[in-house]
């Protein structure tokens, strides 16, 4: 079992900065995948990015290449995810996710999230 709890969501300019992030508690979570998902009101919930359990691969949606960042520190069971120039299509509820395998939207272990609101 993995509890995931998610911090840093707030409200934000165009072009600011964010750092989320989500502490996850069980025995084995260093050893997790994880990731970041977002929802937007009246849209699906999508992969913001991944990280496999030691760093060594990451993976980014296209929309947040460049801008965004996910990264973890397994002695803290810790995982980030630093957001710069945001962009009001950023704005969704951010949530933090944990799998034995790989993160999907099918994965088990979720945080409740966090809400992510850019304003123009």
């Known amino acids: 079992q993995v509890h995931l709890v998610e911090s840093g969501g707030g409200l934000v300019q165009a072009g600011g900065s964010l750092r989320l992030s989500c502490v996850a508690s069980g025995s084995t979570s260093s050893r997790y995948d994880m990731g970041w998902f977002r929802q937007a009101p009246g849209k699906e919930r999508g992969i913001v990015a991944r990280?496999?359990?030691?760093?060594?691969?990451?993976f980014y949606t296209n929309s947040v290449k460049g801008r965004f960042t996910i990264s973890r520190e397994n002695g803290e069971n810790t995982v980030y995810l630093e957001m710069n120039n945001l962009k009001p299509e950023d704005t969704a509820v951010y949530y933090c996710v944990a799998d034995p395998m790989v993160v999907t939207i099918r994965s088990t272990y979720w945080g409740q999230g966090t809400q992510v609101t850019v304003s123009s």
């Open positions: 990280i496999n359990w030691d760093g060594a691969y990451t």
